[in-house]
């Protein structure tokens, strides 16, 4: 069984910080992972991919993978509250299909 | 960029009822499309992979003679959703995938269809 966990939180910070939400995964055979923003009633829209050990940077966005402790991790500099929403992380075999987990509820106060 | 459409984006309708969904991708060609259903607070749970001509490929536990999905084209996917009960009620969410086997193997979502059964 696949599986994806994250903390439901909400997670709540203050405009200007740093939030940083976290996931683990099951599957060792994963190749590549996803992070996704949902904005309540709306779809997911694509944040970022990464594939590779280590820190890949995209803005005020850094995703960060260890496949040898199975986590990945998001972080959001400058937080606005614009980026209040659930974050889903994903994760996928190559040829196969995405697995989600139940999403970080996240919260930027002004 | 690549922009997926779905129709309608919510649909309202008896117990006992048939309601079709489309998905359609505009600017490109979809081999592969997606259905999930996402429940209030839950996961975006996969329902089935439909790649264009040929029968879709259902998630265990979904059942297909009541998730008909037909992808007839590189560009529209339809899930009609048969004899629908209250239970069915949920938000129902196509992507789209253009080539498979990259790392990014990006797919791209629509807008989602909020179903309710009454």
């Known amino acids: 069984q696949k599986e994806v966990e994250q903390n439901s939180g909400p997670l709540s910070v203050p405009e200007g910080a740093i939030a940083s939400l976290n996931c683990t995964y099951s599957?060792?055979?994963?190749?590549?992972f996803f992070w996704y923003r949902q904005y309540s009633g709306k779809s997911p829209e694509l944040i970022m991919f990464?594939?590779?050990?280590g820190d890949k940077e995209d803005g005020r966005f850094t995703a960060q993978l260890n496949k040898a402790s199975q986590y990945v991790s998001l972080l959001i500099r400058d937080s606005q509250p614009s980026d209040s929403a659930t974050y889903l992380c994903?994760?996928?075999?190559?040829?196969?299909?995405?697995?989600f987990g139940k999403g970080t509820m996240l919260l930027v106060s002004p | 960029g690549a922009v997926v459409s779905q129709h309608p984006s919510w649909v309202i309708c008896k117990s006992g009822t048939s309601v079709k969904i489309e998905c359609r991708s505009l600017?490109?060609?979809?081999?592969?499309m997606f259905w999930y259903r996402q429940f209030p607070k839950q996961s975006l749970m996969l329902m089935a992979t439909s790649n264009e001509g040929s029968k879709a490929t259902y998630e265990q536990g979904v059942e297909k003679d009541k998730f008909l999905i037909n992808h007839a084209s590189l560009t529209l996917s339809t899930l009609t959703v048969t004899s629908a009960h209250p239970e069915d009620s949920s938000f129902y969410i196509c992507?789209?995938?253009?080539?498979?086997?990259?790392?990014?193997?990006?797919?791209?979502f629509g807008p989602g269809t909020r179903l309710t059964v009454l």
């Open positions: 990464i594939y590779s050990n």
């Open positions: 600017d490109f060609q979809a081999t592969t």
């Open positions: 599957d060792r055979g994963s190749q590549s």
């Open positions: 992507s789209a995938r253009e080539i498979a086997g990259g790392p990014a193997d990006e797919q791209f």
């Open positions: 994903a994760v996928k075999r190559r040829y196969s299909t995405l697995t």
